[in-house]
Structure formats: structure tokens, C-alpha cells
């Protein structure tokens, strides 16, 4: 299995097929803390959700679509981070992140987030990357504004999310400006 050590004990792996149970039980342990702002919590009721998920991006993975990598700490699943969504052709892509309850505060998505973010500067030639996370998800916003993403603006009840439509915050990050961070 190969590996991209950030730290000791803090590394990103590939997303593969075999992660399947270990990221539906740490959604499931994880359902609380992670439902308040992300829609596929409440979607992902048995294993199966989990897998149709993984194969599908999988396969984006393979096609260039998308760019998804495991969070691995102390050799256990904590969470995904990835390119969402890749635009080629415009050079740009929209990162997304989640960790289980157990691996919050730690600084672990910062760092995470870091390397995907040098990644898509200096290996995939993307010259934008992007950041969406709900007005009210202080840490996922927190991220950004630690590795000095530029708040760019609100999204007005961009998703439905629990029963309530939720509001996003848009940063961005241009090449120039992270290579002189």
C-alpha cells in the first residue's frame, strides 16, 4: 500500500475498495458529530452506500474527475479529503474534507488540506483552488482561514442539509499567492 507520509503518524493513502468498512464504521461512530453539515450522513444507512460511494470515486479517481485520498493516523482510517470536482480546462478544483469525532483537533485537516493544496499547485498545474464550507461550520472554515484561503463571498442557502437549507462560505487560493505563503 503505498503512502504519503505528512508526519509520523499522519499520512494519506489512496482511496481503494478495501476501506469500504472501515470508513462506513467511522461515519456510523461519527454520525452526530458529522450530520450537522454534511448531506451524505443521513444517505449512508448500511455499507452498501458506502461502497456505491467508493467505486464511484474510484473511478473518478482513475478518470482524472476527481482526486479523493484516505487520512490515516496512527494507521487507522480518520477521514477523506479530495478535489471534488476537477475542471481541466479552467484549471481549477474544489477540495472537500472530513474527519470522525475521534481525530478532530489536532490540527490533522489543516495539514491534510496543506499537501492536497501543494498537490494541486505544483503536480496537477491547477492555478485556483477552492473551499466551500457551511457559514456555520467553524472548523471546516477554520481551515481555511489557517492556511490564509480568501473569503470571497456567501452562497445563500446553497444545500439542504437535516431539514434546513444551510449557507456556504466561498474562499479561494490562486497558485501565485500559495507560493508566497
Do not use: C
Request: glycine residues 6%.
Amino acid at each position: 500500500m503505498f503512502l504519503y507520509e505528512i508526519e509520523p503518524g499522519l499520512a494519506l493513502k489512496p482511496l481503494e475498495l478495501g476501506d469500504v468498512e472501515d470508513l462506513f464504521t467511522l461515519i456510523d461512530q461519527s454520525r452526530g458529530h458529522l450530520r450537522s453539515y454534511l448531506a451524505f450522513v443521513d444517505l449512508t444507512k448500511a455499507i452498501e452506500d458506502t461502497r456505491s460511494f467508493v467505486e464511484k470515486a474510484v473511478r473518478d479517481n482513475a478518470d482524472r474527475k476527481a482526486f479523493t485520498v484516505v487520512i490515516m493516523v496512527d494507521d487507522k482510517v480518520a477521514g477523506l479529503v479530495g478535489f471534488n470536482q476537477i475542471n481541466w480546462s479552467n484549471k481549477n478544483a474544489e477540495i472537500g474534507y472530513w474527519l470522525g469525532e475521534s481525530f478532530v483537533r489536532r490540527g490533522v485537516m489543516t495539514k491534510a488540506v496543506r499537501v492536497l493544496v501543494d498537490h494541486a499547485f505544483e503536480r496537477m498545474d491547477l492555478n485556483r483552488v477552492e473551499i466551500r464550507a457551511a457559514t456555520g461550520n467553524l472548523a471546516s472554515r477554520g481551515v481555511a482561514e489557517k492556511l490564509a484561503f480568501v473569503h470571497e463571498g456567501t452562497i445563500r442557502e446553497k444545500e439542504w442539509v437535516n431539514d434546513r437549507f444551510v449557507d456556504h462560505e466561498i474562499y479561494g487560493m490562486l497558485k501565485r499567492d500559495w507560493q508566497m505563503n
